[in-house]
């Protein structure tokens, strides 16, 4: 049907599918409109974006004949946006209008809206065509290939427009052009928003994203990759991969062996990687890589990503570390020390727990001095306990006790493959003890190359483990002992003058139990109240005449020497009272316990010692108590006449001391 052209109703004709016979007509008669022809031609050849928008309104204006011609797209609804609009002689850009109140409402429909005449009276809320008079009104919808509406091409004009075959055709060529643009617009919009939350991915991602070539070198990496080497991003890309690695055992040589797999085209799943950072520390990372492959099989640049693992590293290494140290405290435990406090209340003692009261505050290194059996141990462990470092363990070594061979791995442990025998890596004492004391005992046995070192970790506060190439900071407090004079020692060339100066920055001295005889007492009632209850006998205390012949007695042994005495004299005890005989003192007449005294310190007169043989042992002592005892009864055990009454303990108890003695009555 035919619409009137000055009819105010709306004609619409459906866009998609085949033209009609009117638009076949209309087609038939372009050639000889060469004007129009070239308007098409030059507004849909332009460029694209804008600049095709701005062609396109300008040649749509000129080939339908009219002042002006808009290309719209609908944005959020209600409103739309005007793309480009020719207005007689010059183009505006990026307006906006309400399409529930204008013309091109119809077009959402997909249909063609055409209002010949009178617009302005049928929309009078669209403000833009009422200020200038326009009468006739077309639009044609931008369609895509599902159906969706994207926006409309229109041309208005001041006078009406009636219905045209050539300018409806016209209108479609425009409008399939502007539709393509329109959606390529959109594809590329889309692209970009793609790549810009890729990107905002990529670069904010929790793990480390990198792109690496064949040579080697970084193309491209993330935020976190450069977080991750303490750089920033610019300082990553263009370095080589080899060049983050750290110089160990499972740093550089592992990061090759990814790199020789790149480069044989194979993929990287989960290697963990130990990387040193800028400022020096290191890092560990967890590895995925995949390269890539050209269509002929050549290989490509890789794509690699990483989790920091380096927490999980370090807890578990200070986890591997405090098993270790909980293995050697229970040792040290098991370990059956001579005291469990200081006793004394002597002016000398209390003059070196001045001392030490002094020096606990500090991290100053302490050399301990005295006679064997003096409680060198004991003071290191009260300068420990009183520190700052209270919390954290105190580590012994017993120098001499260690094997000249395995010296440095037991202070400074090994790598892994260090040695033969070195199947794990193993932390030396030094490091067990970071953050807390480390106690040398008898540091003087040291041979000389173990003291070189030595001296460097107590200069530097580093050291280097068995087969490790890197040095490992320690903060370690240092306390020495020796009963040596270490400056004999150093003028016979078996102790370096410099770690002796290095050691002996706070010296103390304890004082042989010759030197404090007040404190026998308290330390005799002490000592009876830890040997009783494992002996089996409750002990009232000692006689008068006791306690003066262990004051009298020198002690050459000092405090270990008494401890072993009322062992013995406890074991051999039959009463509630210890009275111990002058045979219990053997070593006061022998050669080694007069070289310790003065010539008024020797006893003499009535409670000096007789000269007799020195028992080898404890458990010698012992053993002739109970064979005693065993001939006495006829080697009768059990009874109120059995060795095992008489000797207050029971049956199976003296059984088992009599098999691990090697006590065995005789045939005859």
């Known amino acids: 049907m035919t619409p009137n052209p000055n009819s105010a109703r709306v004609t619409t004709r459906r866009t998609r599918g085949s033209p009609g016979a009117t638009d076949a007509s209309a087609a038939a008669a372009m050639p000889d409109d060469l004007n129009a022809l070239r308007a098409v031609v030059e507004g849909t050849a332009a460029g694209v974006g804008r600049e095709f928008f701005r062609s396109l309104v300008r040649h749509v ?35 906006t209008f ?70 409806l055709f016209i209108l479609r060529i425009f409008a399939a052009r502007a539709t393509a643009e329109l959606l390529r617009l959109r594809a590329e919009q889309q692209v970009l928003e793609s790549e810009a939350r890729y990107r905002d991915l990529f670069d904010n991602a929790p793990n ?148 030490v009261g002094r020096v ?51 202070l400074f442990g090994h790598e892994k493959g260090a040695f033969s025998g070195a199947v794990a890596r193993r932390l030396g004492r030094f490091e067990l003890a970071d953050g807390g004391t480390i106690f040398l005992d008898e540091v003087g046995e040291l041979p000389l190359d173990a003291q070189a070192k030595l001296l460097r970790a107590l200069q530097e506060r580093e050291f280097d483990r068995v087969g490790g190439a890197a040095p490992v900071k320690v903060d370690v407090r240092v306390i020495a002992a020796t009963n040596r004079d270490l400056a004999a020692e150093v003028r016979e060339k078996r102790f370096r003058e410099d770690l002796h100066y290095r050691l002996n920055v706070f010296p103390v001295r304890l004082p042989p139990l010759r030197e ?14 830890k040997f009783s209850p494992r002996v089996g006998k409750l002990l009232d205390g000692v006689t008068r005449e006791t306690m003066e012949r262990l004051q009298e007695y020198s002690w050459p042994g000092n405090v270990r020497e008494l401890e072993n005495v009322l062992e013995r004299a406890i074991i051999l005890a039959s009463g509630p009272t210890l009275d111990i005989g002058a045979d219990l003192f053997p070593a006061a007449a022998t050669p080694h316990a007069r070289e310790h005294l003065g010539a008024d310190e020797v006893p003499t007169g009535p409670t000096a010692p007789a000269a007799i043989p020195v028992p080898s042992s404890l458990e010698s002592v012992e053993r002739d108590h109970i064979l005693a005892v065993l001939r006495q009864t006829n080697w009768l055990i059990t009874g109120s006449r059995g060795a095992a009454n008489i000797l207050g303990i029971h049956a199976n108890t003296l059984r088992n001391r009599m098999k691990k003695l090697g006590i065995t009555r005789p045939a005859h």
């Open 516 to 529: 404090r005889r007040d404190d026998i007492p308290l330390l005799v009632h002490f000592l009876l109240t």
């Open 208 to 355: 480390a994203y990198w792109i690496v070539d064949v040579d080697g070198r970084v193309l491209t990496a993330n935020r976190r990759a450069g977080e991750l080497l303490g750089r920033p991003v610019d300082e990553v890309v263009g370095r080589l991969t080899p060049s983050f690695g750290a110089d160990t055992p499972e740093g550089k040589p592992l990061i090759q062996e990814v790199r020789r797999k790149h480069l044989a085209g194979e993929a990287v799943s989960g290697w963990e990687l130990e990387l040193r950072r800028k400022d020096g520390r290191p890092a560990w990372i967890k590895v995925w890589m995949e390269p890539g492959h050209a269509a002929d099989g050549t290989v490509l640049a890789a794509r690699a990503f990483g989790v920091d693992i380096t927490d999980r590293v370090l807890a578990e290494r200070e986890r591997a570390r405090l098993h270790q140290q909980n293995i050697y405290l229970q040792e040290e435990i098991k370990a059956e020390h001579n005291f469990e406090q200081i006793v004394g209340r002597s002016a000398v003692l209390a003059k070196v727990l001045a001392e």
């Open 61 to 95: 204006a000129a080939a339908i004949g009219v002042p002006y011609a808009t290309v719209c797209e609908f944005d959020t609804p209600p409103q739309g946006r005007v793309l480009a609009i020719w207005q007689r002689d010059h183009v505006d850009e990026d307006l």
């Open 98 to 167: 309400q399409f529930t109140t204008s013309p091109a409402a119809e077009v959402l429909k997909g249909q063609l809206a055409h209002f010949p005449t009178a617009v302005c009276k049928k929309f009078p809320g669209a403000s833009f065509l009422v200020e200038r008079d326009i009468d006739g009104y077309m639009a044609i919808p931008l369609q895509a290939a599902d159906g969706a509406v994207l926006g409309f091409i229109s041309v208005f004009d001041v006078r009406p427009m009636p219905e045209e075959p050539r300018r």
């Open 360 to 410: 606990a505050a500090t991290d100053a290194t302490v050399l301990i001095t005295g006679e064997t059996g003096t409680g060198k141990e004991l003071i290191a462990r009260a300068v420990h306990s009183a520190s700052k470092r209270r919390e954290k363990p105190l580590i012994k070594v017993n120098c001499a006790a260690l094997p000249a061979g395995l010296v440095e791995s037991e």
